[in-house]
Structure formats: structure tokens, C-alpha cells
């Protein structure tokens, strides 16, 4: 099983990026998607979220309206559209797959919003 997290770098404040994680090894199409982050002396949280079937969404109130969960499952790839950065986005982000009790994840991609 691979989960391999790109997109990430340095923008300035207002800007934006588009992450990419590129599943491998398992049934992606089966199993929900999420996507974490870990700023510096901060646990891990929950940034989106898609479900496998349905597609429902679910997001952090910090987020909410200026990033955007998305998936391909011909490519295999989950998507986070962030838009609007700010300082405080700044963070390791990990893509994260999950199914029951089964929970996957990624190396992490760094992204920093500094001017």
C-alpha cells in the first residue's frame, strides 16, 4: 500500500496550491479519503474528508470555503484545492485512506504561506 502526497511548497498569503495523493495497493475506490494536517506544536486534525460511495464531504470550520476535497478514481488520486491561504495553513499535510477499521497514510507534504 502506497499514498504518495505532492503539491506542496511555499506561497504567499492569499495564494493557492492543489495537493495530490496517488493511492496505490488497494481497492481505492472502496475506501473514504481524508486529508490531515500537523502545524508545529499542534496534534494532527482533520482538514476533508470524502466518502467512498455516496461522496459526502465534511470539512474543518477553519477550511471551510476556501479548500476543496476531490477525487479521481480512474486515477486513482484523492485531490485538496486550497485557495485563499493564510499564515496559519502553514502545516504538514497527510492524505489519509480509510475503510472500517483499516486507516492508511501518507509521508507528508509540506506547505508554507509566508510572504
Known amino acids: 500500500v502506497q499514498l504518495v502526497e505532492s503539491g506542496g511548497g511555499l506561497v504567499q498569503p492569499g495564494g493557492s496550491l492543489r495537493l495530490s495523493c496517488a493511492a496505490s495497493?488497494?481497492?481505492?475506490?472502496?475506501?473514504?479519503m481524508s486529508w490531515y494536517r500537523q502545524r508545529i506544536g499542534k496534534a494532527r486534525e482533520l482538514v476533508a474528508a470524502?466518502?467512498?460511495?455516496?461522496?459526502?464531504?465534511n470539512y474543518a470550520d477553519s477550511v471551510r470555503g476556501h479548500f476543496t476535497i476531490s477525487r479521481d478514481n480512474a486515477k486513482n488520486t484523492v485531490y485538496l484545492q486550497m485557495n485563499s491561504l493564510k499564515p496559519e495553513d502553514t502545516a504538514v499535510y497527510y492524505c489519509?485512506?480509510?475503510?472500517?477499521?483499516?486507516?492508511?497514510w501518507g509521508q507528508g507534504t509540506q506547505v508554507t504561506v509566508s510572504s
Open positions: 489519509n485512506a480509510w475503510f472500517g477499521s483499516i486507516s492508511y
Open positions: 495497493g488497494f481497492t481505492f475506490s472502496s475506501y473514504g
Open positions: 470524502l466518502t467512498s460511495t455516496v461522496g459526502s464531504t
